[in-house]
């Protein structure tokens, strides 16, 4: 063959290769998402958004729901450490849950990803709502609205730093406003925490008929308690929460009890997420920074979407008045 042939066909190899679809270059990821409930509506909407992205990348997304156990989670994800995947993305493990995980993904080179843990425990970086900031907004929300007086009553739970850190605000803030008592406070179970707080809301509405409002450390167990509430016939009380469910915006749309909610860019977690595995992980280089904050909106009755619309969404659509 001669030289002037040779390069005729190496640049007719290098053309045909460029019909090829970058497809078929692409690398194939797969990505391990799990939490100790996943079929809550937070992790379950940060999974469905996860199967959003597997689906348009051609990427395999893995999930393990706990069931309330999370050593389940982690057994599942130290399997995922064994089959080489590449992320694994954990939802609002317990405090002090991730450290056997954390040591395989590092000794594996796997990112590791948590939301609602805070950064600094030995996962590559953490991506949530600031905690603190959210119990303030509706901590202050909820005093104001009472007019800063009154009798309320809290409904948590304290087994992973998200709820803990914003009942630790409303602590925090009752100093500030002396008018304002705590008659009764509720730790939840879970799973199944709205059944239990409904059941708790029941028993709190017979000791303290004169109660005021009621602070949810997220809208589930905010939507126990306004079961409750409704099933009184009282719609005098305030109820608040966070989340954004869909749930939420039917309840604050109907003009019951449950007045005000944060409403956390769950899926942006997501796609913050996904940004900095393409942009700088996969890349060979450390996260930009180790911890991302996800935009978190009050929402009232002034601003509530339509049905079937979570606030972000409905924001980015330009805020149709239709329903979704």
């Not at 797969?30 to 409930?37: D, N, P």
């Not at 589930?220 to 954004?244: F, N, P, S």
């Amino acid at each position: 063959m001669s030289r002037k042939l040779g390069f005729v066909g190496i640049g007719l190899l290098i053309v045909l290769v460029g019909l090829i679809p970058l497809a078929v270059f692409a690398a194939e990821r797969t990505i391990g998402v799990g939490a100790q409930g996943l079929s809550s509506p937070v992790p379950s909407r940060m999974a469905n958004e996860w199967r959003r992205v597997g689906e348009a990348n051609g990427w395999e997304i893995l999930t393990v729901d706990g069931g309330g156990d999370m050593q389940k989670v982690i057994d599942a994800a130290l399997t995922w450490v064994q089959m080489e995947v590449d992320a694994i993305h954990i939802f609002f493990p317990p405090a002090g849950s991730i450290g056997e995980l954390a040591e395989a993904c590092e000794a594996a080179g796997i990112p590791l990803i948590t939301t609602g843990y805070g950064c600094g425990q030995g996962q590559t970086f953490d991506v949530g709502m600031s905690d603190f900031e959210g119990g303030v907004k509706m901590t202050q929300w909820l005093f104001d609205t009472l007019g800063r007086e009154g009798e309320i009553a809290v409904l948590h739970w304290d087994q992973v730093p998200c709820p803990r850190q914003r009942y630790a605000m409303l602590e925090a803030m009752l100093p500030e406003y002396p008018n304002i008592s705590v008659v009764a406070s509720h730790v939840a179970k879970f799973p199944g925490a709205g059944e239990d707080c409904r059941a708790a809301m029941e028993n709190i509405l017979l000791a303290h008929p004169e109660i005021d409002g009621v602070w949810g450390a997220w809208d589930e167990l905010t939507m126990g308690a306004v079961q409750a509430v409704i099933a009184e016939k009282r719609d005098d009380i305030v109820c608040v929460g966070i989340d954004g469910n869909l749930s939420t915006f039917d309840a604050i749309r109907s003009g019951g009890p449950f007045k005000m909610t944060i409403a956390p860019d769950w899926e942006q977690g997501v796609t913050l997420t996904v940004t900095e595995l393409q942009e700088r992980l996969w890349q060979g280089l450390p996260p930009a920074q180790q911890q991302f904050y996800i935009n978190i909106p009050i929402v009232t009755a002034y601003n509530c979407p339509p049905a079937g619309w979570y606030y972000s969404e409905w924001i980015a659509a330009g805020m149709p008045d239709e329903p979704k």
